[in-house]
Antibody, heavy 119, light 107 residues
Framework: QVQLQQWGGGLLKPSETLSLTCAVHGGSFSGYYWSWIRQPPGKGLEWIGEIFHSGSTFYNPSLKSRVTISADTSNNQFSLNLTSVTAADTAVYYC?????????????WGQGTLVTVAS | DVQMTQSPSSVSASVGDRVTITCRASQDINFWLAWYQQKPGKAPKLLISSASTLQSGVPSRFSGRGSGTDFTLTINNLQPEDFATYYCQQANSFLGLTFGPGTIVDV
């Protein structure tokens, strides 16, 4: 059964860059879409973007100008970079596995990482 | 993007009750709808995909129906472990993935 382990983030200052990495264990990295999703404290879920193992990406238009998702297929990992963070980017960030054909729905999730942006 | 709404925003229920949550999409999404359960401090758990396909290991008291723009999640014989927040998700990537605002099921 696939397991996702994520790390990074923590406490950031406004204008800094958020960086998170998610490692995929116990399952194939190839052939699936991999996504980042976030959840501000006490609020709902927001999809950030996706990457296919080939490297093709698609981002939420509301974040597109600041987001980069990349993959390291040799290590079964993918990463999120979010530039110029503000307090509005404070959230728990999750990595998740989608479907072979598109992100679709997410059957496997990382444990979540709290990122706090404060001066 | 497709906007997702859920109703009610919260529902108070008791063990043994039947609870129905409604999710509506702002445009036709066919069967591209998933339901998740989330408990405090935990990642969401996928319950139902393709509007009505129960995931492996999910109790049969959970069921999903609908297509197009209107969907429902029903929990029969509510159990103590079912008290949680439930989210629907529009799952057609070409339309932009979006989640509903959530429904809290509490005592």
């Amino acid at each position: 059964q696939v397991q996702l382990q994520q790390w990074g983030g923590g406490l950031l200052k406004p204008s800094e860059t958020l960086s998170l990495t998610c490692a995929v264990h116990g399952g194939s990295f190839s052939g699936y879409y991999w996504s980042w999703i976030r959840q501000p404290p006490g609020k709902g879920l927001e999809w950030i973007g996706e990457i296919f193992h080939s490297g093709s990406t698609f981002y939420n238009p509301s974040l597109k100008s600041r987001v980069t998702i990349s993959a390291d297929t040799s290590n079964n990992q993918f990463s999120l970079n979010l530039t110029s963070v503000t307090a509005a980017d404070t959230a728990v960030y999750y990595c998740a596995r989608g479907l072979p054909t598109s992100s679709g729905w997410f059957g496997s999730w990382g444990q979540g990482t709290l990122v706090t942006v404060a001066s | 993007d497709v906007q997702m709404t859920q109703s009610p925003s919260s529902v108070s229920a008791s063990v043994g009750d039947r609870v129905t949550i409604t999710c509506r999409a702002s445009q036709d999404i066919n069967f591209w709808l998933a339901w998740y359960q989330q408990k405090p401090g935990k990642a969401p758990k996928l319950l139902i995909s393709s509007a009505s396909t129960l995931q492996s290991g999910v109790p049969s008291r959970f069921s999903g129906r609908g297509s197009g723009t209107d969907f429902t999640l029903t929990i029969n014989n509510l159990q103590p472990e079912d008290f949680a927040t439930y989210y629907c998700q529009q799952a057609n990537s070409f339309l932009g993935l979006t989640f509903g605002p959530g429904t809290i099921v509490d005592v």
